[in-house]
């Protein structure tokens, strides 16, 4: 029981940080879209709120990995 309460309390000591994901203008009306680390749930919102702001964008994709269906959304909101 007490590796039980060790574990927890080791979890929640490192909190989830979110992918760091940003938009910086280009030239000739292009954006750079950039994800840099762990992908959690929640960042294909923030990724796709990003890309839907931008009418032509390079993606730049820096992760180690992380949540598998924010990764497989952000990767359909890259093909669309």
């Known amino acids: 029981m007490r590796y039980i309460v060790a574990g927890l309390l080791f979890l929640f000591a490192f909190p989830l ?4 994901i940003t938009r910086q203008p280009l030239e000739n009306d292009t954006d750079l879209i950039s994800v840099t680390g762990v992908l959690n749930d929640g960042d294909e919102i ?3 709120n990003l890309a839907t702001a931008s009418s032509k964008a390079l993606v730049f994709l820096n992760s180690e990995g992380g949540d598998l269906e924010a990764g497989i959304e952000i990767g359909r909101a890259i093909r669309l």
């Open 46 to 48: 923030v990724f796709r």
């Open 17 to 20: 940080s979110a992918a760091e």
